[in-house]
């Protein structure tokens, strides 16, 4: 008697990118309606204000994988939270600080960790893809590297409005009197990039090539 093999299971129906740009620019409109100081807005939302356009005029080009625009999305909506609130004061923060009795509000940890997290699989695909890196045991903490070194590069752009603005610049650099706000800002981001890369590299990995074969046919 022949074994009945069972049929092979549908693959998951990709998520359109224009569906991703359409959830990032509602919130964008959505965080700019009414925020609390119009300049940190901007300087707060500015990385997803320049890659939206940027995303889309390369996706038929140089298309990404589902994991990085959805994580890029995710990323946008908390610069956009951020920006509206000022990261200081968001309530979702003030919340969770009087929930566990911590000293402030914890939502700019959170978006550092996030500059992290999102960043790294974003340089791991640019870097398999343009680069001799894929495969390599180099391709991880070259990673790393490059996610801190934007991070410490962001960090002096908060300098750098610190010393323009003054204490009108206090808003944006949420440091909430923390003396050592910067150096929690730039660990933060190295244990994001550092936990992206532990839980999201195979299912990238398994993303970059359906990605290699679609474009290929």
Known sequence: M?????????????????????????????????????????????????????????????????????????????????????????????????????SRNPYDRFGHLMQGFVPAVLVRELLVRTSPLRGSRWLAPLTVCACLAFSACFELLEWTAAEIGGHGADAFLATQGDVWDTQWDMFCALIGAVMSLLLLSRAHDRQLAALAARTAG
């Open 2 to 102: 022949t074994a009945v093999r069972p049929a092979p299971l549908p693959a998951p129906r990709r998520v359109p990118p224009a569906l991703f740009a359409g959830v990032v620019a509602v919130g964008l409109a959505v965080s700019a309606w009414d925020v609390r100081d119009r300049t940190t807005w901007f300087l707060e939302t500015f990385w997803a204000l320049a890659g939206l356009p940027l995303v889309v005029l390369a996706r038929r080009r140089f298309p990404l994988t589902g994991l990085l625009y959805g994580l890029l999305t995710a990323h946008a909506l908390v610069l956009a939270v951020g920006g509206h609130y000022t990261y200081a004061q968001v309530p979702l923060g003030d919340w969770v600080r009087d929930v566990f009795g911590l």
